[in-house]
């Protein structure tokens, strides 16, 4: 049974850096869209990391561009997100998904728990 498991969360100052990882076990089908997404306190659930089979490289939403990067060791199936000059506004449960399409977040059926981020002054 396929299964993502995210790890490294937890708390940060502004400025700060975090990086999270996302273990995936069994047939996590990468051929699809996966990436990262997050809920931020009192919204949706959005992508802010998505590469899909065939892409050069991934598409980042304006909010974390040139902050956060995305990448994948494809030899352990691990995908992690380095996230460097936390803002506050980073302050979200953070999610891996996979076997989506595109941007769109309803389209995705296979999720991790989830980890929180909190960064503060």
């Known amino acids: 049974q396929a299964q993502l498991e995210e790890s490294g969360g937890g708390s940060a100052q502004t400025g700060g850096s975090l990086r999270l990882s996302c273990a995936a076990n069994g047939s996590v089908d990468f051929r699809k869209c996966f990436g990262w997404f997050r809920q931020q306190p009192g919204k949706e659930r959005d992508g802010i990391a998505i590469?899909?089979?065939?892409?050069?490289?991934?598409w980042y939403h304006d909010s974390v561009k040139g902050r956060f990067t995305f990448s994948q060791e494809k030899s352990t199936n691990i995908l992690y997100l380095e996230m460097n000059n936390l803002h506050f506004d980073d302050t979200a449960i953070y999610y891996c998904a996979a076997g989506g399409y595109g941007l769109t977040t309803s389209t995705y059926t296979l999720w991790g728990r989830g980890t929180q981020v909190t960064i503060s002054s």
């Open positions: 590469t899909c089979g065939g892409w050069n490289r991934p």
